[in-house]
Each structure stands twice: as structure tokens, then as C-alpha cells.
């Protein structure tokens, strides 16, 4: 269905000018797409586009580890196995127990992890990747998942405590070939 700015301007309460300025960053964040000359669509997510976003995401974070694991503080490591545990409880019996507290609570985890290397450059390429969309897009129409999604991020922290560049670099290979 087209994109009617004005409808969606007044639905919003915003000036119509704020509202394509918006359409416009989704636009370049791929999200939405020109059909034809002037309309507007929302861009459709297909498997190719979810897996480019998660090699990316995969990329982002093999760097992140050849940086930081071993050298993590215990305040760093806490937080790492705070978020990771934040994320087990919202999955049971392959299904979301709350799809967007999973969500939530998987973007913060993954973030964080990137946040780790110290870079910001790296930080605002993994956010503009835009996961947390792209899962909410994928994930409502589907009420299973693989519950190895949340374990992984435990073993990720494992790797982590015991320094294991080889175990981090293994378990984050797996965990974006299974997301």
C-alpha cells in the first residue's frame, strides 16, 4: 500500500515536511522504497535482506572480539552476562515468550557488546544495520524460534571469561548462521 504522506502527517500530528524527511532516512536506511515515480511503499523484508544484516552483524562483531576478549574488565564481563541472561528467560519451548522484550533484550546485549570495542564508528555501522527492526518485521508472523539463540549469548560470555578468542569467534560464527 502507498505511503500517504499527508494522511500520515495528520495521523501523527506532525508537519507534512518533517514527515517525508523521516520517509526519506528510512528510504536510506532501506526500509522503505520508491515505487514508480511518487509513491512510496514499505520495503519488504526477504531472507537475503535479513542475512546481509546479520553477516554484518556477524562481521561487526568477529572485530569486536578481536579486540576486547582477554582484556574486558569485571564490571564489563557483569554487564556482558547481565544482558545475555536478560535474554534466556524470553524464549521457552521455541517459542517467544514476549517477542518484543526479546527484541529489547537481544539488541541491548548485542549492542552493548559492540559498544565494548570503544569505537563509535563501529557502533553507529552496527546500529544503522537496524536488527532490532528487521527481527520485529520478521518475528511477527513467526511464534517460533530457536531457543539456541539465547543460549548462545551465554556462551559467548563463557568465551569471554575464559579469554577464548577461538570459542568467541565459534560461537559468534554459529550464532549468526542460526539467527
Known amino acids: 500500500t502507498p505511503i500517504e504522506i499527508p494522511a500520515l502527517a495528520r495521523e501523527l500530528e506532525l508537519p507534512p515536511q518533517n514527515v517525508y524527511q523521516a520517509l526519506l ?8 522504497s520508491r515505487r514508480g515515480e511518487d509513491e512510496l511503499v514499505v520495503t519488504p523484508v526477504d531472507r537475503q535482506t535479513a542475512e546481509t544484516a546479520i553477516r554484518a552483524r556477524t562481521a561487526i ?7 576486547t576478549v582477554g582484556v574486558l574488565t569485571e564490571d564489563e564481563l557483569r554487564e556482558l552476562r547481565r544482558l545475555a541472561s536478560a535474554t534466556s528467560g524470553l524464549v521457552a519451548g521455541g517459542r517467544f515468550v514476549d517477542p518484543q522484550a526479546y527484541i529489547e533484550a537481544d539488541a541491548a546485549f548485542h549492542e552493548y557488546l559492540v559498544a565494548l570495542a570503544g569505537s563509535d564508528a563501529l557502533l553507529q555501522a552496527y546500529r544503522r544495520l537496524s536488527i532490532p527492526a528487521l527481527m520485529a518485521r520478521v518475528f511477527a508472523n513467526r511464534g517460533q524460534v530457536d531457543e539456541a539463540l539465547a543460549r548462545e549469548h551465554t556462551a559467548l560470555v563463557d568465551a ?5 578468542i577461538d570459542a568467541a569467534r565459534s560461537t559468534i560464527r554459529t550464532h549468526g548462521e542460526d539467527a
Open 160 to 164: 569471554y571469561e575464559a579469554g577464548s
Open 25 to 32: 532516512t528510512l528510504i536510506a536506511e532501506g526500509f522503505v
Open 61 to 67: 562483531e568477529m572485530g569486536t572480539a578481536e579486540l
